[in-house]
């Protein structure tokens, strides 16, 4: 049964289904500082909250699906959707139940506030001393003290939702070491009196906050109401967006929709910073109406907004790649960093953290959205300029600039370890990939374009390939040197791999060049020819079945592999058999996961429910998680099977893994989980991979700089004797 809204408080006529992103104008630390307050605020998976656990010893009971806490979605308080707690405590039984606060790349599980607050809802009265005991658990595994609910909250009523607010001083150590309530990461309810009778109580938004947030008196707080609210219709969604406001004490926006431009339903939330929302209504010729409010963190609501209307439409398939190219585009121009413009590592992630690699594939994506009209030529050169101004001052290493660096100082940011505090060839290669690309996009008369082009030019010529070769009897590259460390990490860069980039643009250096040479003792070096059939396709070079399907996009997006081959193989149909031995893979399925296929298929690096793993056919590297740059930046060697997927988790998987962004960025349907985040890695690929496909621009943009083809020269690429053929056959 789905709540009445009319007996809840205001905040519960508010819906959500949590995107995480952040917005260019209104950033302001928006991730970070949300997720350090936010346990739970809503589940990605519909049926099962991944990011939870629990049992029961007989006689008592707890409802469980496949081991987790059921999902409710018909009864929330900021919906979409909130947890069911439903118990039978029996003597001589017991039962735990966990909520785990949803676990990402580089979030810190440090939480600001002095109490635990969450909202509870029951069909029935349960009296104080028959609620559940409750318990905190910290980051080292640390626990506190039963808490007895009822002490805060002598009762929950009939069908109206209260917040329970505990202080964290009354969490004491429980566990050998001190429980550390800041952070505190999992909240365990538990059997309390053992009553014999069965429960059910919807739990929802588990949050640490300052105790002042829990007056939730007022009905309408003192938030602006966001301003010109704006639809777009899409073939199965629509795309909501508006201007920002940016009180310090702004909660979330909330999203309504209605149907007939009348009553006004709540469908989701989105967290300050983002200013987009995705309503995936899930079917072509749809007309929906749409209004934004702002809730503070007091739960206090602006008025609604004006409305927008817009209606979803079939669409053909140039118009769903371009949509697709677009929405992957938004990462890079909307998710910015403020400062300098550059990628972020992860969406949501630390708001601090600048991926190098990553944001030289968002300059290419950057050339895509000007190129299709996204953003006008004006608009990407002055992201190009903010991105090189931050370029040009951040700390470089022999002219190598850092994996990442911190985006509103520059400074290196040694994520991986202590070691990782200096310069990194292969990131600073796929930079230079987008700058030199964007060089040649932004080449007009005008003095800014002019401008640029000298200050990528002295970049380019500034970076110290030759250093990174250790010393001049070397056989290769190094990847990593150090001020401090010198060549600690000592990793020879060679293939196969995604590193060709680096070998590439080392020997067509103008200023610091390597021996061409080194393509051969370095580059393909050790384990670098393959000669064996995966599924009756043989591989030339590669390693085993051919790896995580990045190897063929990262160093392929700017170097065009047509109608040219080295003495080893012709690279673009080498590429295209990989992405068939993945495609196969998929379809024989040997580790029988769920919904692999012909429509779902492209194993390749992500992270997945288990951490970071660089999916790849074999079923060692295999554990069920499909990430969907695989088949998607595939574009150019198999279409038609790029689009199959491409349909596929557009039309019939929307629901759970479209957004802002467009594809969240893996899912894994054996586990029921879903990716909280979107990588700086992995968007661009689709953009700039599909435009390759579809016009060649960035093929044609990077192999036009003057030092490329002498570079291919030197190392003894050679043109093809028969016309290259596209992914799908066709010349």
């Known amino acids: 049964m789905r709540l009445d809204l009319s007996k809840c408080s205001p905040f519960s006529r508010v819906a959500c289904h949590l995107f995480c992103f952040a917005l260019l104008c209104s950033f302001s630390k928006a991730d970070t500082e949300y997720y350090r307050h936010i346990i739970f605020d809503n589940s990605l998976e519909s049926d099962a909250y991944y990011y939870s656990d629990g049992r029961a010893s007989s006689p008592s009971t707890l409802e469980l699906l496949h081991g987790k806490l059921p999902v409710s979605r018909d009864v929330f308080f900021t919906p979409a959707n909130a947890l069911r707690l439903n118990w039978r405590s029996a003597p001589d039984g017991g039962w735990e139940a966990g909520i785990r606060a949803m676990n990402f790349r580089n979030r810190e599980m440090k939480f600001d506030g002095d109490t635990l607050y969450f909202w509870c809802f029951s069909e029935e009265e349960i009296a104080g001393d028959k609620l559940p005991l409750i318990r905190l658990s910290d980051a080292n595994q640390n626990f506190s003290q039963a808490v007895e609910i009822g002490k805060f909250q002598s009762s929950i009523p009939a069908r109206k939702w209260v917040q329970v607010g505990i202080p964290l001083s009354e969490f004491r150590t429980g566990s050998i070491h001190p429980f550390e309530p800041s952070r505190a990461e999992r909240v365990v309810f538990s059997q309390n009196r053992a009553d014999g009778a069965e429960h059910t109580l919807i739990v929802d938004d588990f949050k640490i906050d300052a105790a002042r947030a829990a007056d939730s008196s007022a009905v309408n707080g003192s938030l602006p109401v966001p301003q010109n609210v704006s639809a777009r219709g899409y073939e199965r969604h629509v795309d909501i967006s508006w201007e920002p406001i940016t009180p310090a004490d702004l909660q979330h926006y909330l999203v309504y929709r209605s149907t007939d431009g009348k009553d006004f339903q709540p469908i989701g939330i989105q967290v300050p910073g983002i200013n987009r929302f995705n309503d995936y209504i899930g079917k072509p010729g749809m007309t929906a109406y749409y209004k934004v409010a702002a809730s503070d963190r007091q739960y206090r609501l602006s008025d609604l907004s004006s409305p927008a209307h817009a209606t979803t439409k079939m669409m053909s398939d140039d118009e769903l790649l371009t949509m697709l190219q677009e929405e992957c585009f938004r990462y890079y121009w909307e998710g910015a960093h403020p400062t300098a413009g550059t990628t972020l590592e992860n969406i949501p992630g630390d708001d601090r953290i600048l991926a190098t690699g990553a944001s030289g594939f968002g300059i290419m994506a950057l050339i895509v959205g000007v190129n299709r009209g996204f953003i006008t030529r004006e608009q990407g050169l002055d992201r190009l300029i903010k991105i090189v101004s931050f370029l040009e001052k951040a700390p470089r290493y022999h002219g190598v600039w850092s994996h990442f660096m911190d985006g509103a100082t520059g400074q290196t940011l040694p994520v991986f370890d ?300 050679t043109r093809d004797v028969a016309p290259q053929k596209s992914g799908d056959g066709k010349k």
């Not at 070397?474 to 020879?492: E, G, T």
């Not at 660089?614 to 998680?625: A, I, K, L, S, V």
């Not at 557009?650 to 989980?673: E, H």
């Open 418 to 717: 202590m070691f990782d505090d200096g310069g990194d060839l292969v990131e600073t290669a796929f930079l230079m990939e987008g700058l030199l690309a964007a060089r040649q996009y932004f080449n007009g008369s005008g003095e800014p374009e002019r401008g640029l082009f000298a200050r990528i030019s002295h970049l380019w010529e500034t970076v110290e390939w030759d250093w990174y070769r250790r010393s001049m009897d070397s056989r290769a590259l190094y990847w990593h040197w150090s001020s401090d460390w010198s060549w600690h990490i000592n990793h020879q860069i060679t293939g196969f791999n995604e590193c060709m980039m680096v070998y590439l643009l080392a020997i067509a250096s103008p200023t610091h060049p390597v021996p061409a040479k080194l393509y051969d003792s370095g580059w393909a070096g050790d384990h670098y020819t393959n000669g064996h059939s995966y599924y009756g396709i043989k591989l030339d070079v590669g390693v085993g079945s051919g790896g995580p399907l990045f190897f063929t996009h990262y160093s392929y997006m700017g170097f065009d592999p047509r109608g040219i081959h080295d003495r080893f193989t012709d690279y673009f149909e080498n590429n295209q058999k990989m992405a068939r031995i993945n495609l196969t893979y998929s379809l024989q399925n040997p580790g029988h996961y769920k919904g692999y296929g012909a429509d779902f298929w492209g194993l390749t690096a992500s992270d997945g429910p288990d951490g970071y793993m660089p999916h790849e056919p074999t079923r060692r590297m295999d554990d069920g998680t499909m990430t969907f740059t695989g088949a998607l930046s595939s574009f150019p060697y198999t279409p038609e099977a790029s689009m199959r997927m491409f349909k596929h988790i557009y039309r019939d998987l929307g629901d759970r893994v479209w957004g802002v962004y467009g594809p969240r960025d893996a899912i894994n349907l054996s586990q029921d989980w879903v990716s909280p985040i979107y990588m700086g890695l992995n968007q661009a690929p689709i953009t700039v991979m599909i435009e390759n496909y579809r016009t060649g621009l960035i093929w044609k943009l990077f192999m036009s700089n003057p030092e490329i083809q002498p570079m291919l020269g030197k190392i003894g690429f």
